[in-house]
């Protein structure tokens, strides 16, 4: 019969570098967005600072608008002319000032605060660079954790099938009568002390991925494949 379900293909994480880790870390790493927004705080002070010395340019404009002409009112009805009303201001008025400032001495006041500006601007760039250099340097030892984790878990379990396969040989032994019982329990003991070293190094294992996932901005129980690393081969001439 035709299969009309999907199958689901198990999604692979992929393999993760150092260079990859160090850009995943200061994206989503707070401290040194912080940093940035001081950098970038810095900078517009010090552009504010700069903008001291330059003149300045100030338009002021006023509107007066009455709700009637203002006027005299004359009598004349002794001239048989009734009442005369003469205006003596329009109903609306405008008016404006322009002012222009420019500082021409201040006693040092303006560049003492162009080059404090500057001081904290160049202060706070390099407090962010020294903020990147010790991120990169908390992700690469958390990445070494993790590959040397793996590692120690690899040699773990390869040891704890050994010393099972030898506990194994050793019961076998025993129940056909060639081999005492203190052998015996010395290879119990053995495997049991395997066991407790391949759970110890599951568990520091467990302990570096969360601590990177952490790092990155990830659940703590995500999965975590690195690459390994690869010195530079240094070539030495005889």
């Known amino acids: 019969p035709r299969q009309t379900a999907a199958q689901e293909i198990p ?4 393999v993760e570098n150092l ?4 850009e995943q870390a200061i994206a989503v790493d707070l401290q040194f967005a912080a940093a940035l927004s001081e950098v970038d705080a810095a900078s517009a002070n010090l552009s504010g600072a700069q903008a001291l010395r330059l003149p300045t340019a100030q338009l002021e404009s006023r509107l007066l608008a009455r709700s009637h002409e203002p006027a005299y009112l004359i009598d004349a009805t002794a001239f048989g002319a009734g009442g005369i009303r003469s205006p003596y201001s329009p109903s609306e008025e405008l008016a404006g000032r322009e002012t222009v400032r420019l500082p021409l001495y201040t006693g040092g006041k ?4 162009i080059d404090s500006a500057g001081n904290s601007q160049h202060a706070a760039a390099l407090e962010s660079h020294m903020r990147m250099l010790d991120l990169k340097l908390a992700v690469a030892a958390e990445y070494i954790e993790v590959l040397r984790s793996t590692r120690h ?4 379990n390869a040891h704890l099938q050994h010393v099972r396969a030898q506990a194994e040989d050793i019961r076998r032994e025993y129940e056909m009568g ?3 019982n203190s052998r015996l ?3 119990n003991v053995d495997k049991a002390n395997g066991e407790a070293a391949a759970l110890k190094a599951e568990n520091r294992l467990r302990a570096a991925k969360d601590a990177f996932n952490r ?3 990830r659940p703590f129980d995500g ?3 690195l690459g390994w690393l690869r010195l530079p081969s240094e070539k030495q001439e005889l």
């Open 153 to 156: 878990l690899q040699v773990a």
């Open 11 to 14: 999604s692979v994480t992929p």
């Open 19 to 22: 260079n990859q880790a160090w």
């Open 178 to 180: 060639r081999t005492p």
């Open 223 to 225: 999965p975590v494949r």
């Open 215 to 217: 790092r990155m901005g």
């Open 185 to 187: 329990l010395a290879a």
């Open 110 to 113: 303006i560049q003492h605060a």
